[in-house]
T-cell receptor, first 114, second 113 residues
Framework: ETGVTQTPRHLVMGMTNKKSLKCEQH?????MYWYKQSAKKPLELMFV???????ENNSVPSRFSPECPNSSHLFLHLHTLQPEDSALYLC?????????????FGPGTRLTVL | SQKIEQNSEALNIQEGKTATLTCNYT??????LQWYRQDPGRGPVFLLL?????KEKRKERLKVTFDTTLKQSLFHITASQPADSATYLC????????????FGRGTSLIVHP
């Protein structure tokens, strides 16, 4: 176990549903990330919460909405998704420093949009 | 534009041989480069980090080299085993303290017994 948990592990939803993905880190890290991984594509950074700032990839559609209530918890709220949003959604945490930014990943949520 | 390139074709090797994977990049000034291993249906796991001023790093059967002139990192697994079969990802973090790594798409390694 990496110290990063994600729920649910699998999610099937229709295009009109609203759901949320949850991530929790037990490592005391100061940064948390959401990544999207589609088949044959690189990991795509969606959002970062680091040192109480939020950074987002401007290409991420507004139907994805992150929430970070504290340094240990991260959510990704989903609404009116499209079939092309089906992918593995990975959460990661790290202790940001000038010398290292090792990412600790959760097991991911496999999302299928019908 | 910035690019990180890893071989998209799977690397097939025989058990006991050395596997060598390549990560090339363009238009980056990297602070450091990381290598991760990812098994199917699971998140990547960190293996090694090498800084821009380091030429080589070793950890057990793993060796990473970093050539900032060639803009390339090589990842070696010596005495490879079937359990080493996985996808290996490289990730770059640029200078400037963005704390945001950019990942390559990964290369699949298959070690045959």
């Amino acid at each position: 176990e990496t110290g990063v948990t994600q729920t649910p592990r699998h999610l099937v939803m229709g295009m009109t549903n609203k759901k949320s993905l949850k991530c929790e880190q037990h490592l005391g890290h100061n940064a948390m990330y959401w990544y999207k991984q589609s088949a044959k594509k690189p990991l795509e950074l969606m959002f970062v919460y680091s040192l109480e700032e939020r950074v987002e990839n401007n290409s991420v559609p507004s139907r994805f909405s992150p929430e970070c209530p504290n340094s240990s918890h991260l959510f990704l709220h989903l609404h009116t998704l499209q079939p092309e949003d089906s992918a593995l959604y990975l959460c990661a945490s790290s202790q940001v420093s000038l010398s290292n930014n090792e990412q600790f990943f959760g097991p991911g949520t496999r999302l299928t949009v019908l | 534009s910035q690019k990180i390139e890893q071989n998209s074709e799977a690397l097939n090797i025989q058990e006991g041989k050395t596997a060598t994977l390549t990560c090339n990049y363009t238009n980056y000034s990297p602070a450091y480069l990381q290598w991760y291993r990812q098994d199917p249906g699971r998140g990547p796991v960190f293996l090694l980090l090498i800084r821009e001023n380091e030429k080589e790093k070793r950890k057990e059967r793993l060796k990473v080299t970093f050539d900032t002139t060639l803009k390339q990192s090589l990842f070696h697994i010596t005495a490879s085993q079937p359990a080493d079969s996985a996808t290996y990802l490289c990730a770059l973090e640029a200078k400037g303290g963005s704390y945001i790594p950019t990942f390559g798409r990964g290369t699949s390694l298959i070690v045959h017994p």
